[in-house]
Structures are given as C-alpha cells and as structure tokens.
C-alpha cells in the first residue's frame, strides 16, 4: 500500500495537475486503485481536486521542504480555519469572497462532514447576506452600484430593499468591520461576518457565522470569529508583516 501512495505522490513532484486516468497509468496502477487512493489523499488534502476534476498536491505536500515558499491561498488555508470555527462556537461557519457581483463561498456545518470547496453553483446573493456586505463595504464603489441595478431582491419580509438603507449599512461596516444580516435571506437566521486581509492590506475574503438568535451581545460570536480572521489574514500574508486586522468596534445596528 505504502509504495502505491508513494507512487501516486510522485507523479506530483513537477507541481502540475493530473487527471485519474493519468494518475492511474503514470504510477502504473488499475484506475479503480488509483480512484480509491487519490480519494483517500484528497480527503486528507495531500492532494486537491480542481474545478475541472484535476488532481494536483495539496497545501501539505507543497510546504514539505519548500524554501521562499509563496503564501498559502485562500482555498488552501480557509478549510481548516472554517473547521476550527465550526467546532468551537457549534454554529455554521462559511468563507465568501466577491465573484461577478456574487458570493463564491465554502461552508463548514457543526459536526464530522467536510468543509465543502467553492463551486460555481454554490453562491449566495451580495445584497442579503452578511457576506456580503462585507465584501461589497471594501470594494470600489461602482461594483456597490452596480450590484444595486441588478435589482434588490426581497428574500424575506426584513430584506433590505432601499438603496440608500443599504448604503448606510455598507458605510456602518467600513467603520465597525462588522456586517450583521438579521432574517435577510433565511428566516429566523442571523449572519455576522468579518473581513479577511490580504498580504498588501486589501479585503479578499469574508468568514461569516450563521446564529439563529443574536441577543443583545454579539461577543461569544465575534470573539472567536475575529480571531479566525486574523489568523487567516496572518497565513495569507505569509506571516511577513502584521497586517492591518483591527479589533471590530462598536457595532451599531443600521441597516439590518
């Protein structure tokens, strides 16, 4: 077993991406073999699966003796962040970034499954979600305008629908770096979501926890939701220089 993995790695060592099929035939194995290890690898990330259904060699095998490495990537580094939230506040936990006017996002419900990866299907409206308020907050201003003539969909009867409500609320988590969407998209659901940083100090990603009752201290949840974004600001900027992640201020509840 161990030189069939080891066989499989190896076909990996150039850094480029293969499919199962070439796999199978560069490690010199059966493809229903090769299927189950690679299955087996990708589970434990030593390999990632590309949209396209390519294998390549995960975050681990890469930083094994790598020197002047490259930070790590979002994708790379979000399903473990996502897994730590997830268990320690028992609530669900996603990661979104901004893709054509939409949130991109992986997800970490509580319990033994995996995070999921970012999937051309799975998206969730800018305008209703935590998310992304976040990510609309920090991004140019003709990307918020342009997301508001798309049309302000109502989801449920508390959705924002008023541009200038929504710009309030945007110009509120600027200040706070905190974005709350209470009952926006799911009833009775709550997001709070923070910004992550990139290594030149840009918004690139928002993490977001699901609660279904906020209560009047929002702390138990951004307690550790804070800190799981600094912590990622700090993986994707290479662990150079301190990155410019404040504590989140006061939150004042405009726009929800």
Same mark, same amino acid.
């Given at each position: ?13 150039? &850094?480029?991406?293969?499919? $199962? ?26 390999? +990632? ?8 060699? &995960? ?22 962040? $996502? +897994?730590?939230?997830?268990?320690? !506040? ?7 970034? =901004? ?11 509580? &319990?033994?499954?995996? !995070? ?10 800018? $305008? ?7 990510? =609309? ?7 918020? +305008?342009?997301? %508001? ?19 309030? #609320?945007? /110009?509120? !988590? ?13 009833? /009775? ?16 990603? #928002? ?6 009752? =906020?209560?009047?201290? =929002?702390?138990? %949840?951004?307690?550790?939701?804070? %800190?799981?974004?600094?912590? $990622? ?13 404040? +504590? ?9």
């Amino acid at each position: 077993m161990t030189s069939k993995i080891t066989s499989i790695l190896m076909t990996f060592t150039e &850094g480029s991406e293969h499919s $199962l099929t070439e796999i199978a035939r560069l490690a010199g194995l059966p493809v229903s073999t090769a299927h189950r290890l690679t299955s087996e690898l990708a589970s434990r990330r030593l390999l +990632e699966r590309t949209e396209d259904g390519q294998y390549r060699a &995960g975050l681990p095998l890469r930083t094994i003796g790598a020197t002047n490495s490259a930070p790590p990537s979002i994708s790379g580094r979000a399903p473990y962040v $996502l +897994e730590d939230l997830a268990a320690v !506040t028992n609530c669900r936990a996603r990661l979104g970034v =901004l893709r054509e006017l939409e949130v991109a996002y992986i997800q970490k419900d509580p &319990g033994p499954q995996p !995070t999921t990866s970012f999937s051309n299907a799975a998206t969730l409206p800018a $305008l209703a979600t935590a998310l992304g308020r976040v990510l =609309l907050a920090f991004s140019p201003q003709r990307t918020v +305008e342009m997301t %508001i003539l798309r049309g302000l969909r109502q989801y449920t009867p508390h959705t924002v629908t008023a541009p200038a409500r929504l710009r309030r #609320a945007l /110009g509120v !988590t600027r200040l706070t770096r905190v974005a709350v969407a209470k009952w926006q998209l799911e009833p /009775g659901m709550c997001g709070v979501a923070v910004p992550v940083f990139g290594s030149g100090g840009e918004v690139v990603a #928002a993490i977001e926890l699901a609660v279904r009752d =906020l209560g009047t201290d =929002l702390q138990p %949840i951004l307690g550790p939701l804070s %800190i799981a974004a600094r912590s $990622l600001s700090r993986e994707l900027a290479g662990a150079a220089a301190p990155q410019p992640v404040a +504590e989140p201020r006061h939150l004042v509840a405009v726009g929800h």
